[in-house]
């Protein structure tokens, strides 16, 4: 968090610092110069009202950390092979269960869609 608004701070340094360079009407760089500067500004200020928000900031890191978890459970499993092949396991031991055929047809379906 304290990164965030540490870059905050050094974004509106640098936008502050622009105004103080000499802009001439005539230079071709007039106009780059002023759009870097109203950039960095409300790009500043975006991160400051998006980020002080702190249970949407909460919200935002806790999904961010759900998905690494899927990730890693995913790449455990072995990917999508891997779960077929457990569902399958599953399935021999108990093949009336309607639920693990669901599952294994939409396995089969995301394998069909990614080749």
Same mark, same amino acid.
């Given at each position: 968090m304290y990164t965030l608004y540490g870059l905050f701070i050094l974004l509106l340094i640098?936008? $502050?610092?622009?105004? $103080?360079?000499?802009?001439?009407?005539n230079s071709p760089y007039h106009y780059r110069n002023s759009l870097?500067?109203? #950039? %960095?500004i409300a790009f500043s $200020? @975006? /991160?400051?009202?998006?980020?002080n928000n702190?249970?949407?900031?909460? &919200?935002? /890191? !806790?999904? #961010? &950390? &759900?998905?690494y978890e899927l990730l890693v459970?995913? !790449?455990q499993l072995g990917g999508i092979?891997? %779960?077929i092949a457990k569902i399958k &396991?599953?399935?021999?031991? !108990?093949? @009336?269960?309607e639920q693990g055929q669901m599952i294994l047809k939409k396995l089969y379906h995301l394998r069909h869609q990614q080749t």
């Open positions: 640098g936008a $502050f610092c622009l105004l $103080f360079l000499p802009i001439r009407v870097v500067l109203f #950039g %960095m $200020f @975006s /991160i400051y009202l998006f980020f702190t249970l949407a900031l909460a &919200q935002w /890191i !806790n999904h #961010g &950390q &759900q998905h459970e995913y !790449n092979d891997g %779960m &396991q599953k399935l021999s031991q !108990n093949p @009336s269960d």
